[in-house]
């Protein structure tokens, strides 16, 4: 597995290694030791989360209070542009984000530690995010905050229609397009 710190050095891109040949492939998703010196601690998963999304969906950017998850993201079918910001009191890189591609071809997973605000858009015409996560759900500790603060200014990628290739709107829930800004 190959694995590289991004611009917010505590969140991972893990590149697994795939074997393929004219039947398909084979790779390892998960590997709890492997796993656990990468990120250099006990990891615990509690819950593994699913979701299917159309393009143009906008999920996040989401956290818990008093309760934080870390997450190990990856798409199973389709294509999402997958953001982290780093939302840790007194940390150096406090309101600062790193975005990678993540899809089913490249089979990239996204390590993200407690204290990140998580989100993701849907480039492919629809997508199978899976996810484990350290804590549950809890949902009068989880928070949202807004995609588009303008103190954190996101590069969100143009999502393009695969037909007529004009720009698609951004599809949220209201919880989503209602979150709070940083400095909130």
């Given amino acids: 597995m190959n694995v590289k ?11 697994p290694r795939v074997f393929g040949d004219e039947r398909g492939f084979f790779y390892e998703s998960f590997n709890a ?14 819950q593994d989360n699913c979701s ?3 393009q143009g969906v906008l999920r996040g950017l989401h ?9 190990l993201v990856s798409v199973v079918s389709g294509e999402v542009f997958d953001v982290a910001v780093d939302i840790r009191p007194g940390s150096p890189t406090y309101g600062s984000w790193v975005g990678e591609v993540l899809s ?19 480039l492919s015409d629809c997508a199978i995010f899976q996810y484990k996560v350290t804590d549950y ?6 928070r949202c905050l807004r995609f588009d603060d303008e103190h ?13 290739k004009l720009p698609i709107q951004f ?14």
């Fill in 137 to 142: 759900w809890y949902p009068e500790l989880e």
């Fill in 33 to 46: 030791k492997h796993f656990e010196e990468v990120v250099k601690k006990d990891i615990v998963f509690v």
């Fill in 152 to 164: 954190v200014a996101i590069d969100w990628p143009e999502v393009n229609h695969h037909e007529t």
């Fill in 104 to 122: 089913s071809d490249n089979k990239r997973q996204l390590w993200i530690p407690e204290g990140f605000a998580h989100g993701y858009l849907v």
């Fill in 5 to 15: 710190p991004l611009a917010i050095s505590d969140v991972l891109l893990l590149e």
């Fill in 171 to 184: 599809y949220l829930s209201d919880k989503d397009r209602n979150g709070s800004s940083l400095n909130n």
């Fill in 52 to 54: 299917y999304s159309k």
């Fill in 63 to 71: 956290y818990q209070v008093e309760r934080p998850q870390a997450k």
